[in-house]
């Protein structure tokens, strides 16, 4: 029975701790617990990185003007998210209390106009022409800044607050709505590029041959099958192809991808495919829907729905942080489990880690918030845990008693 205590107590103390710190990176989608976890660890890392407070307003304005002359977007409004973290308490309890009194917008949009106003109107402007959509023009409103001032009580200084085309004379569209909301990103080109690019590879360009064979797979695979929305499935292969096209992906997970796209899509399968539909001379558009029927017939759906977990998750990482931000995120992955850790980062902090991974780098993706699952079967392991240790207690006291005295130490009680 001591024998058998000895092996059983380590088995369950391993299945308790595994049940009950179960680390949400392993799920395919993180709970609200553990999200919320995670965002007060990423709170906690800027308050720490966060200046004496007799510069903090200077240095905070400067990263934010340090990403927007790189135009890292995501990672400016990052920083103007993390204000309340990264600035003086005087500041930080006069932001909050600006956000609490606006009335429209989410939680973020209201925190980020309220920032806005503590920013020098040289990086506030910065900041609105670079966030703002392609194709319209600022429309500038005069109005007076109460709250950029250091030292006085109000301020006369103008600022510009812009609107865009389409507002009349009583209405006053915010362009905030507007900046908040991640693009689409997609790079994967047409299906005639695709064709294009089948027929050099078929005549021996095999230069990016993975490249190929990702963008075909977006494009003509069939999303019920793999498991992925169009969407994701698409914004995934893009963000892949651009990581790995300019050699930021890291070199482990970068060659396991490899591997396991050359799985879904064969050589020999392909090019015997690709042969057949390139045989003879057609249109463009013929040869392209020939194309895109010779991909789809040679994807191994099976293989493809194991990678459909990785799709989902890059795919979430750039709806919530924005191209940009998934690209700074995949850089620092070295596996699947990392791809994991980067959706709970992200889906915590937003721009806020995209903001984050350009101070501390890869260790963004450490931050992640331990979520405590207490289930029933976790409760009756820890019972069944404290059992064996009371049982093999009373064994060894009842060895050292028979030992001391001669008797059992049932003979004594």
């Known amino acids: 029975l001591f ?16 049940g009950t710190f179960s680390d949400s990176v392993d799920q395919a989608t993180p709970k609200a617990e553990t999200i919320a976890e995670t965002r007060k660890t990423i709170d906690r890392t800027f308050e720490a990185l966060a200046p004496n407070s007799d510069g903090a307003r200077a240095h905070w304005a400067q990263l934010v003007n340090d990403q927007l002359s790189v135009r890292n977007t995501s990672a400016a409004r990052g920083f103007l998210l993390a204000a309340p973290q990264l600035l003086d308490r005087e500041d930080a309890r006069a932001i909050r209390a600006a956000a609490s009194d606006e009335l429209s917008g989410s939680a973020d949009q209201r925190l980020l106009r309220a920032a806005l106003l503590f920013l020098p109107n040289d990086v506030r402007n910065g900041y609105l022409e670079s ?6 023009e600022l429309i500038g409103a005069s109005v007076t800044d109460e709250a950029a001032s250091d030292d006085q009580e109000s ?12 507002a009349d004379e009583t209405t006053f569209i915010d362009p905030i709505d507007h900046m908040t909301r991640p693009a689409d990103f997609y790079v994967l080109g047409t299906i005639e590029d695709l064709a294009n690019n089948s027929r050099a590879w078929l ?12 963008t075909g797979l977006a494009m003509t695979g069939d999303p019920d099958l793999i498991g992925v929305s169009p969407k994701r499935l698409r914004q995934a292969a893009s963000v892949i192809k651009t990581t790995m096209k300019s050699g930021r992906l890291g070199d482990n997970y970068a060659r396991s991808l490899r591997q396991r796209i050359d799985l879904v899509i064969r050589d020999e399968v392909l090019e015997a495919e690709l042969d057949q539909a390139l045989s003879d001379f057609a249109p463009l558009d013929v040869r392209a829907e020939r194309v895109r029927a010779a991909f789809g017939a040679s994807i191994d759906y099976k293989t493809a729905a194991r990678l459909a977990p990785e799709f989902n998750q890059i795919g979430r990482i750039t709806e919530v942080t924005g191209p940009k931000g998934a690209l700074s995120l995949l850089e620092h992955a070295h596996s699947a489990r990392d791809i994991r850790r980067a959706r709970l980062v992200a ?18 993706l450490s931050l992640t918030g331990m979520n405590l699952q207490w289930s029933e079967r976790t409760i009756l392991l820890v019972m069944a845990l404290a059992a064996a240790c009371v049982a093999l207690i009373l064994i060894v006291v009842s060895a050292m008693l028979r030992l001391a005295f001669g ?7």
């Open 3 to 18: 024998n058998v205590l000895l092996f059983l107590i380590p088995v369950f103390a391993v299945q308790v701790i595994a």
């Open 131 to 136: 966030a703002r959509p392609k194709g319209t």
């Open 155 to 166: 301020s006369d200084a103008d600022t510009t607050i812009t609107s865009f085309p389409g």
């Open 203 to 214: 005549r021996g360009d095999r230069r990016n041959t993975v490249e190929l064979k990702l």
């Open 347 to 364: 889906e915590a902090g937003g721009d806020r880690t995209v903001a984050l991974t350009t101070l501390i780098g890869g260790k963004t």
């Open 407 to 413: 008797r059992p130490v049932a003979a004594i009680f």
